[in-house]
């Protein structure tokens, strides 16, 4: 995509609440990135209102469904955008280096990326290859947390955590919401009064598969944090199994997904707390006090939330 599609305005007057917040000034960290992934894009001044800023993603959603595109926010500062030069890098095998990374290499990653996918993915649908994906992700988080404690103790091993688990008599009892979702990191952006946290965009992805987002901003591939094909394998399921799509990236290590239809089942809703700990295998210990309390929010609730350390 040229760099001149990357058009950039900030949140109309109707959407921006009562903020007297100045006109953001152009640093070196939104130059970089605007150069490197030209996507239309608002910029949300600091300290509008998170209702505000939900009330414009869904007319950008309406309208992205007739225009070809899909609104994402991105909470962009120096480490998100480190992540991601460093993942295109890697798979040009080149140096990560900022200034001299090109769109053309980002646009190419992002085709590898989509191409990895479907490739893998062949015939099978999103339900079937997702479904393997994340059977193999969840022995590969298992494996690993096994191997980083090897004194063998019941405390660690996370197979006999996540059976125990599944077969217990817990079970999620939450009536379904009614409230619209806001995405907590518009509402932390609500509360930031200084630069240096980031500033959020609404960004237009060129893709009308929300599901894609994450060819289209690279991120994951450390510590714990899947890569971008095996977080399309999750994210496409997600999208067939209950229109879960990406919605929010707080820099680099928070992601947030907007949720159409809510796991209703409180049996499914213990299945998927077990999908997104093969996701995010922070999740049950680290976000949350254990696998009840992450079950708990996934029930009927209209966004999910991962964080990695």
């Not at 300290?47 to 991105?74: I, S």
């Not at 996540?162 to 952006?189: G, H, R, T």
Request: aromatic fraction near 10%; glycine fraction near 4%.
């Amino acid at each position: 995509m040229p760099e001149a599609a990357a058009s950039e305005s900030t949140v109309p007057e109707s959407a921006a609440s009562e903020s007297t917040a100045p006109e953001p000034t152009m640093s070196e960290t939104y130059r970089h990135f605007t150069r490197l992934f030209p996507y239309p894009h608002e910029r949300i001044p600091m300290g509008t209102a998170a209702t505000d800023a939900m009330a414009r993603y869904d007319e950008l959603a309406k309208l992205g469904r007739a225009e070809g595109f899909v609104p994402f926010f991105l909470n962009l500062n120096d480490t998100v955008l480190e992540s991601m030069v460093i993942a295109v890098s890697l798979e040009h095998d080149i140096i990560d280096d900022v200034e001299t990374l090109t769109p053309e290499q980002v646009s190419a990653y992002t085709r590898a990326v989509l191409q990895r996918y479907r490739t893998a993915r062949g015939g099978a649908s999103a339900e079937e290859y997702g479904s393997a994906a994340i059977a193999q992700q969840l022995r590969k988080v298992t494996d690993d947390g096994e191997d980083a404690h090897e004194d063998g103790s019941d405390e660690f091993d996370l197979n006999a955590l996540v059976n125990e688990f599944m077969s217990s008599d817990f079970l999620p009892d939450k009536e379904p919401e009614d409230d619209a979702p806001i995405l907590s990191a518009l509402l932390c952006y609500e509360l930031l009064d200084e630069e240096e946290k980031g500033e959020m965009l609404l960004l237009q992805i060129p893709t009308d598969d929300p599901a894609d987002i994450p060819a289209y901003l690279p991120f994951g591939g450390w510590n714990d944090c899947p890569n971008a094909e095996t977080q399309l394998a999750f994210t496409h399921y997600w999208r067939e199994m209950y229109g879960a799509i990406p919605a929010a990236l707080d820099g680099a290590d928070c992601l947030e997904l907007l949720v159409e239809h809510p796991v209703a089942d409180p049996v499914e809703a213990k299945k998927v707390a077990v999908e997104q700990f093969a996701f995010c295998s922070d999740l049950p210990f680290q976000v949350f006090e254990d696998f009840e309390q992450l079950t708990e929010f996934i029930h009927q609730s209209r966004q999910w939330y991962f964080w990695w350390d």
